[in-house]
């Protein structure tokens, strides 16, 4: 049989490893809270991610023309029996001047059986240029990208903008879901379009 002097030894060690185990339990459920804070804090608070628009490269004056062409086809392939391309363009130039040209090239047995159209010019003032030329620029025209807003290949649109002898070519929705700048865009070239005296060439 154990004396009590053992029993007392024996309780002590038990105590203490108790006495460690409540310890250790303390320290960790205190680390989890704080990791689970951090986490917390984290998600409530994104890291900022600051947008900072550059200055534009380009401005009005630059620019020295612009263009609008509208290509269709019709027809099993480009260049097939029985096909035909369609082209209208518009363009408008800081010299004043406007020109409109459609026209469609019909194919036979592989080649070109023959084409038609017609060409208009007109004149516009220095101011009407310059408003269009600053609508691009308000709507940061150089860094627009190609719509993806398309259905097929059939009917391709693009706006030319030609620069400080540099051309920025931007391929338009054939669908109207354009992006809001190339809209804002597209809406005072048309407008201008709509506006000038159209005459057409002999």
Same mark, same amino acid.
């Given at each position: 049989?154990?004396?009590p002097k053992t029993y007392l ?94 026209? +469609? ?7 070109k059986k023959g084409s038609d ?11 009407q240029f310059e408003r269009l ?37 931007? +391929? ?17 070239? +048309? ?12």
């Amino acid at each position: 049989m154990l004396k009590p002097k053992t029993y007392l030894i024996i309780g002590s060690i038990i105590g203490a490893f108790l006495s460690a185990l409540l310890v250790s339990g303390y320290f960790l459920l205190d680390l989890s809270s704080i990791f689970n804070r951090s986490e917390n804090s984290s998600e409530s608070q994104p890291i900022s991610k600051p947008w900072i628009r550059l200055p534009a490269s380009v401005s009005a004056s630059d620019i020295t023309k612009v263009t609008f062409t509208i290509q269709s086809h019709a027809g099993p392939l480009v260049g097939s029996d029985e096909s035909f391309t369609t082209t209208n363009s518009v363009s408008f130039s800081s010299d004043e001047t406007a020109r409109k040209s459609s026209g +469609r090239i019909n194919y036979d047995t592989g080649r070109k059986k023959g084409s038609d159209g017609k060409n208009h010019k007109a004149v516009i003032s220095k101011s009407q240029f310059e408003r269009l030329a600053q609508t691009l620029i308000e709507n940061d025209f150089s860094n627009e990208t190609d719509s993806s807003e398309y259905i097929t290949d059939t009917t391709i649109s693009t706006l030319i903008v030609t620069y400080s002898g540099n051309t920025k070519q931007i +391929r338009t929705s054939n669908t109207g879901k354009d992006s809001a700048a190339v809209t804002e865009i597209l809406k005072a070239f +048309r407008a201008l379009e709509n506006d000038v005296n159209w005459i057409e060439e002999s």
